[in-house]
């Protein structure tokens, strides 16, 4: 396409319309399924597996930062919540949402970032559809992508297995995407020290799958560990005791945190996975996860309690704090 | 709910985000597979079909017009594409990006619209997801939706079945989306006397593959029906020539359009069907697309010629005029 800027005849199904998806969209996320001049792509899943779906809306802003883009986002995001759902990511779907002016080139470097994260994991956007906004109408770019994948009908995992006693285990560091972002949000002034850890979970989950004794795995996205936390304590019926000093947390993270008064427990991650393993697996699936690219820093930071329904964090100093369900919005558009 | 409008807190992982989920959401799409606690839905594919996938975004302004809203609209759009491909419509995905200070009334208008147009085509919707943007980045509401649908393994159908001398059918008036949306924009001041024609093409589609000669079907949305036979020409390297007396056009529509200056055959159908047929078919075709409800209007419109790489349309007036594939936006957010 010869255009510098996105304008609105990019939406209205002719011209400018087919070059932007098939000169831009299908050039970086070419493979055998994807065919631009179909309705419907038909996919093969194998058969002998559980097919699963999941969906995910992204609006982060800005639409780059520190450690990855909006595209690379949306498919880590996605192939997340197949991958703690226990499943094989196998295929995507990619809507894109475009605000009329937004720069081609900064639109090519996320739409390449969403082949480069696909092809990483293994993944084929096989379907997609785009759609203009006039100026005004839209934050530079929404995405919203949905994953197929499938997983082995044995597999039984869920809010339902959770026991008294679990083992609650963590991937890595927490709230790095979301000082990240607020990092890169240019009115707070500071320069990105910290960056978003997103990032495809698959080898961590499918590692603990292995290991054995796994009862519940989730993503801490949006309202992050103290929100999945909560999510629990309000599905299961039981509650979740949370050891601070075991909680890995990075020093500049703590510090911005402490800055500009935010919870590092309420912050988006995008590459951590939480899990919930039967108490005497524990050490065998944190030496699973720790021996995984990715899970070095895997740590286990609490257990599931009968006796409590709410989320308790232990302090350093030996005393308690209820960590809430979230009610005032900490940071919009963080993914 | 107790709030009247969307705020930032709908969208930030917390308990208003849980209840707009499970208060408005869940509540109006319910069903054996939808679950707003998993990460991930498990549905069931029966084997001996190909399964298929579809994609689309959703953007119309206004929300609400005569005939739909964005939420039947998103349905209809998706089952449509599912649909032409020979495919039965059986799961949804559903994003919604929600502009702060919409109105939760509304917002449970098209929700709601969402649950009844999907129990209409006996689809289920299995994930969603939600995401509230700040006022001014948005246009209210914007709707992603993903389908998956099977489809008989013997269906072969496609721009690579056309040949020369096939009849083109559709499956009634064009252009009554595009009016209606037109006319419900309260700038042009003009009362709205069309409806949109969203609806469903299912029951037509199939009509069409089991009257036999079908080699292709597409819903000519954006772009309308002289986009749909411009990609034909593009892609089969066949020529179109339509019959401008035999396109069925509403009296109210073709006025519209000759007060505004805009063209009917660009203008988007949201519940219409083109197909392409072998000649030695085309009226047993015709005969099964008019005994559907909704299909009482088809018509056969013209023929796939070989000589030629435009799309002619033979006038009524024994003229000729090419109908040249789309520049400029006629219309935005029509869809």
Redo the contacts between chains.
Sequence with gaps: MQETHIS??H????????ELIDELFARHLANEFLDT?????????D?GY??????????VKPLEFPGGNIGSLAVHGTI???S??G?VPR?L?????IEEGLEVAQLERIVSSIGVAAREANVLV?????????R????GL?L?T????L?DTRVDL??HRIQAGDAILVSGAIGDHGTAVLLAREQFGLRGEVKSDSTSVFTIAQALLKAGGLHFM??P????LA?VAN?IVA?SGHGVRLHEPSVPIQAPVRSVCEMLGYDPYYL?CEGRLLAVVEAGRAASALSAMRATAGGEASAIIGRIEGAQRHVVLETELGGERILE?????????IC
Tied chains: 1, 2.
Aim: charged share 25%; glycine share 16%.
């Design positions: 609105l005849a939406g209205n199904g002719g011209r400018y319309m087919r001049t179909v309705d419907a792509a038909r996919i093969v899943l058969s559980d097919p699963f779906v999941t969906t995910d809306g992204f609006t997340n919540d197949l703690v759902a499943a295929y779907t990619l809507n894109a949402f096989v379907a997609g559809d785009t759609k203009v906004v006039a005004g109408e839209g934050g929404y919203a949905t994953g197929v994948g997983r869920g809010m989730r993503d996205t949006r309202g992050g929100s999510e599905v988006a369900e979230l009610e005032d919005d900490p940071l919009p558009r």
